[in-house]
Structures are given as C-alpha cells and as structure tokens.
C-alpha cells in the first residue's frame, strides 16, 4: 500500500524510516528525498508516526531505544 502515491512512498518503507528514527513528515520527506506535491499523505503519516511512537513507547520488552522511556520522551 502506497502512504504517498504521489512519489511512491510504501507503508513498508515509511515503516522501516519509523525504525530508523525519522519521526517526524519533515525528516521523512527529507529521508525518502520529495517535496510535498498534494499534500494528501501528511496526515495518514503523522497517524503513523503517532501509531509508531505509541507502539514504541508501550514497548516492555526491555528493549527501548534509549531516548524512549513509558512515561515521556526525553530528547
Ligand atoms: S500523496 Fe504524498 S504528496 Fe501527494
């Protein structure tokens, strides 16, 4: 499934930028390198980074990213 048909942006590639820290629709515009043409992907990418930063942060596993805690974010 395509977040954004306008530059070809996968939910699996937008997913593994998430895994690699890209948290926000700027520095995931900047990862995947376009400009916004329609705009009609940021909010179902911010419902992801949302979603992403949720299951983060309900995460016991023990395996946090450092700057990740339940209760904030410290960065
Ligand atoms: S769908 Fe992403 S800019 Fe159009």
Do not use: W
Not at 19 to 34: I, M, P, S, W
Not at 56 to 67: F, I
């Amino acid at each position: 499934m395509y977040v954004c048909v306008c530059n070809a942006v996968s939910s699996s590639r937008l997913k593994q930028a998430l895994n690699e820290g890209k948290l926000t629709v700027g520095e995931l515009r900047q990862h995947f390198g376009f400009e916004s043409c329609c705009g009609k992907c940021t909010s179902c990418m911010r419902s992801l980074i949302n979603e992403h930063i949720q299951s983060t942060a309900n995460n016991t596993s023990g395996d946090l990213p450092c700057k990740v805690t339940k209760q904030s974010f410290s960065c």
